[in-house]
């Protein structure tokens, strides 16, 4: 795998900054959190590690873990994680960032 496709994949995953949506009908209100909020969050909440969670992900997968992001998901905190595959294709997996259970998209649906 060459680094200029993971440095794409990451720019398309992580390409700016999350801007919350606007709830309507049941839709999710959705914002991520910046690293030092991450940071702050997961002491404060009591989160499972993100990292930990990140390289468990990858290895359910057998994918290469890429990165991962706390975001808010209306009152629930959930760790979106990119995952690259063998075949070049790039995995979202959401993770309950207090159990650690993996969750379905709550937009449009799980890719």
């Known amino acids: 795998m060459t680094t200029a496709l993971i ?4 720019a398309v995953t992580f390409g700016g900054p999350a801007r ?25 909440h009591h989160l499972r590690e993100p990292m930990a969670l990140l390289r468990e992900a990858a290895a359910q997968a057998r994918a290469e873990p890429l990165g991962s992001r706390l975001c808010r998901w209306n009152e629930q905190l959930v760790y979106e994680m990119s995952l ?3 075949d070049g294709r790039v995995l979202r997996v959401f993770i309950d960032a207090a159990s650690g259970s993996r ?9």
């Open 20 to 44: 919350p949506a606007a709830a309507q009908d049941g839709e999710v209100r959705h914002a991520c959190l910046s690293a030092a909020e991450t940071r702050e969050s997961v002491s404060a």
């Open 84 to 86: 690259l595959r063998r």
């Open 7 to 10: 440095l794409a994949a990451l």
């Open 103 to 111: 969750v379905k998209s709550r937009d449009k649906q799980e890719r």
